[in-house]
Structure formats: C-alpha cells, structure tokens
C-alpha cells in the first residue's frame, strides 16, 4: 500500500517528547514551589505552633484534673470509687451477680450489660471547666503583663439589646451612639443627623415643615 508522507511543517519526534517533558518538569516545579510558600507561610507557622502548644496544654489540664483533683474528691465524698468508675446498671449482663453487682466498668461491659457511665462524664465537665477556668487565668496573665486585650469584656446596647465591647462608643449593629446623644431632646437650632433643614431634595427650597 502507498504511503502517505509526513507533514513537512511538523516538528520531530524528539522535540516534542522534550518539550512535553520540559513542560512536565516546569508544572511539577511550580506546585511543589507553590506548596513550599504556603506551607512556610508566617501565618500557618504560628497557627500550628499554636495548636500543638494548645494540645500540650489540654494534655497536661486534662492530667491534672484526672489524676490530681479528682482522687482526693472521690476519697471525701462517699463515692467508695473512683468518679470515673461510677455508673448504674440498666440492663444486667448474664454472669451479673445481685448481691455484689459490676466492680468496676470494664466488667459491666466485657458481660455485655447496658450501663449508664454517668461517671464518665461527669469526669469530661470537670475537664472542661478545669480546662477553661485555666485558659482564662492564663489569658488574664498574659493581658496584665503585656496589656494586649485579649479578654475583651461585652455589655448589652441599650437600643437593640445586642451584646458589644464595653469600651465602645456607637454599637456596631443598630449604629447607635451609647454616649446619651441619642436621647438629647432637639432644639430649635439642632438638627438630628440625616436630616436636610426642612429643604426639599428636588429644588433646594425651603418649605415650612407641618
């Protein structure tokens, strides 16, 4: 069969296997350079030193809390146990003994009975609140030392009962003015903001207001 001859105007194979490859190499440059600038960006740098600083710390509140605050409570008040080991039955397993009852929690669950860990979470609020009540001692430190508001107390704006900083001027939601203008009577000479003076906005003319 006759064959047909190649386009004279096209470029050799070779070249084009080294430009698709030359193309190749500058689009895997360009996303790994694009993934180097974002990922050593000043900003997700702090962001993730924070978040790790933040996970030890809740680590270290958590251990507090669990091994240090709690035993001595369980010891004074009648738990008999530790406050995470407390729960009630709702459904019996089949090896459950009425007289002696589960031990402990574990037990409960490897003999497949229903229990209510009631302990358990009581055990999650006392972490959360010793966790909170941390942060915001260390917030409080911090802002004495550095003066850097970081615990930015809020009131109630008396117009549209919507929460705003204490030390604001004009709430941020209603735009109201909280320094009493707003409530000054108008005189004969003031004029409230917005208003024209009794002109009419077509032809500037004063007109008599009724």
């Not at 004074?76 to 003994?97: H, I, M, R, S, T």
Request: net charge negative.
């Amino acid at each position: 069969m006759p064959r047909f001859r190649d386009d004279p105007n096209a470029p050799p194979a070779d070249e084009e296997e080294g430009s698709f490859v030359e193309e190749s190499q500058r689009r895997a440059r360009r996303v790994i350079d694009g993934f180097i600038d974002f990922a050593l960006q000043g900003n997700i740098l702090e962001i993730a030193f924070g978040l790790i600083l933040a996970a030890a710390f809740t680590t270290i509140v958590n251990s507090f809390v669990s091994d240090i605050l709690l035993p001595p409570l369980s010891v004074l008040l009648p738990l008999n146990k530790n406050l995470d080991e407390k729960f009630a039955v709702l459904q019996a397993g089949p090896n459950y003994d009425a007289e002696r009852g589960y031990n402990t929690l574990q037990r409960a669950q490897d003999d497949g009975a229903v229990v209510m860990a009631y302990g358990i979470f009581i055990n999650k609020v006392i972490n959360f609140l010793g966790l909170g009540l941390s942060l915001y001692a260390l917030a409080g430190t911090y802002q004495y030392f550095s003066h850097d508001p970081i615990i930015k107390h809020t009131v109630k704006c008396k117009y549209c009962r919507k929460r705003i900083n204490e030390k604001a001027k004009r709430c941020i939601n209603c735009t109201s003015w909280l320094d009493g203008r707003e409530e000054r009577p108008i005189g004969n000479g003031d004029r409230p903001a917005g208003s024209n003076g009794g002109q009419s906005p077509e032809n500037g003319n004063s007109q008599p207001t009724e």
